[in-house]
């Protein structure tokens, strides 16, 4: 058996490592930029409409279902599973990504997974047949 070795790219480590000076700056900076959203009423709807186009953005795989008006028994038929699946299915935090592939495909939409690191742009992550 070859012994591998697994590659390791350092070369921006010294740059990214925080100093003690960071971290005393950090602290509290959350509780500060509340307050400063309790002062500046501008600054508080920025961040409202900011939070709300995120929240519209994300969705259970019921709000995903009921978006492109599609009932339990429709997908169910769909997907040839039974009612209660499709109803156990958008219940689940846990799932094979087979699974979601084709209850995303059923409701006429396509799955891409996209893997973001703190310290490089974002790749999306191909799966399975792709």
Do not use: C
């Amino acid at each position: 058996m070859t012994k591998r070795t697994i590659p390791v790219d350092n070369a921006k480590v010294d740059e990214s490592t925080l100093t003690q000076e960071d971290w005393d700056r950090a602290e509290g900076a959350h509780e500060r930029f509340k307050d400063l959203l309790e002062t500046k009423p501008r600054a508080k709807a920025r961040y409202d409409a900011v939070l709300a186009e995120i929240n519209e953005r994300q969705a259970t795989l019921r709000r995903l279902r009921e978006a492109r008006a599609l009932t339990q028994s429709t997908l169910a038929e769909l997907l040839e599973m039974d009612q209660s699946e499709i109803s156990r299915l958008e219940r689940r935090s846990d799932m094979l990504l087979s699974t979601l592939k084709r209850f995303v495909h059923a409701n006429g939409g396509e799955l891409h997974l996209v893997v973001r690191f703190p310290d490089s742009a974002p790749v999306e992550l191909l799966v399975g047949d792709e």
